[in-house]
């Protein structure tokens, strides 16, 4: 197996900082899991958490094999997916924007049993979370720096990529599961509730510029490729 795991401790506490970095400031996924947290409940909350975190572990088991490096040696893909998840974030901040619409719902007790529904509702949320996190090419691009960080050049240990990912897995349970439970506490929800136009619309705005900055962003290199 080579060298002993021992040697790559600095490599590995500076690619778990490097995660919990990256997920625990705010962005999509985050604002998600609080959002659904707070107007769905604990199960609500957790089954997007869990969404997220399988969406991580898929592009950490992707970028530990190569597929990360060899998107990043193919731009045009890697724009595409850019278009793609910027279009996803708009669409999310379209649907917060309906929810803002619609108004205050009429008591706690309607957000709390939503939470209690079984089936349909806490798979499409998690599937909500697994969409966002797989669209996101920031979450690709964090993933591709862990790597980097924490499997340096020349390194033969064939277990160091199993426990940067595992440990990283570990992280995202406790960050992810931790603003799902955080935002769902009753307090949260009643605050919620009172305030549930102002912070929908606050998050249709932010997923609005933040998709429409990274559909643009990635689009102007496709474009100028196909014009030429």
């Known amino acids: 197996m080579g060298e002993g795991l021992a040697i790559f401790l600095p490599n590995l506490a500076m690619a778990y900082g490097t995660y919990v970095v990256g997920t ?17 409940g604990r199960a609500g909350g957790l089954a997007t958490a869990f969404g997220v975190i399988s969406g991580s572990l898929i592009w950490g088991i992707l970028c530990a094999v190569g597929l990360g490096a060899a998107l990043a040696r193919m731009p045009q893909l890697l724009n595409f997916l850019g278009v793609v998840g910027g279009c996803y974030l708009i669409f999310l901040g379209w649907k917060a924007l309906k929810t803002a619409r619609a108004g205050r719902p009429a008591e706690l007790g309607s957000v709390s049993d939503a939470a209690g529904k079984t089936g349909g509702r806490r798979r499409d949320l998690y599937l909500y979370g697994l969409g966002l996190h797989l669209t996101n090419p920031k979450a690709m691009l964090v993933w591709m720096s862990i790597i980097a960080i924490g499997l340096p050049a020349g390194a033969d240990n064939l277990l160091l990529p199993v426990v940067i990912v595992g440990g990283c897995a570990v992280l995202g349970v406790i960050i ?43 689009a102007r290199p496709l474009l100028a490729a196909f014009a030429g």
């Open 176 to 218: 992810f599961c931790a603003y799902a439970l955080v935002f769902s506490a009753p307090a949260m929800m009643r605050g919620y509730l009172r305030a549930t136009v102002p912070i929908n619309l606050f998050i249709a705005m932010l997923f609005a510029f933040a998709g429409g900055s990274l559909a643009i962003t990635s």
């Open 24 to 40: 625990s400031s705010p962005g999509p996924a985050n604002m998600a899991i609080m959002r659904n947290a707070l107007s769905h």
